[in-house]
């Protein structure tokens, strides 16, 4: 559990912050579903579309295969499930 400080300010525990690789000064943003709100960390489109044309991958079709693969990776990590 955390506690929400005077301005707003949350305390991400270490065991989640190592897990997803959140370092000092990454970018979050915030989900809301219902009652529930989901923290998730600011993906780097533009880096992952470098990699991919690197890679020789730059079909409209292996973009949109790539953002989908990468969306379903990020819903198991917000769900924690395998």
């Known amino acids: 559990?955390?506690?929400?400080?005077?301005?707003?300010?949350v305390v991400i525990p270490k065991f989640i912050r190592d897990m997803f690789g959140f370092q000092p000064g990454t970018e979050v943003g915030f989900k809301v579903e219902g009652k529930r709100v989901y923290l998730e960390k600011k993906y780097d489109w533009k880096a992952e579309f470098e990699a991919l044309?690197?890679?020789g991958k730059s079909t409209d079709e292996d973009v949109e295969k790539a953002i989908r693969e990468v969306e379903k990776k990020r819903t198991r990590e917000i769900l924690n499930v395998p």
Request: with cysteine.
């Open 1 to 9: 559990m955390a506690e929400i400080y005077e301005k707003g300010q």
């Open 53 to 55: 044309c690197k890679e």
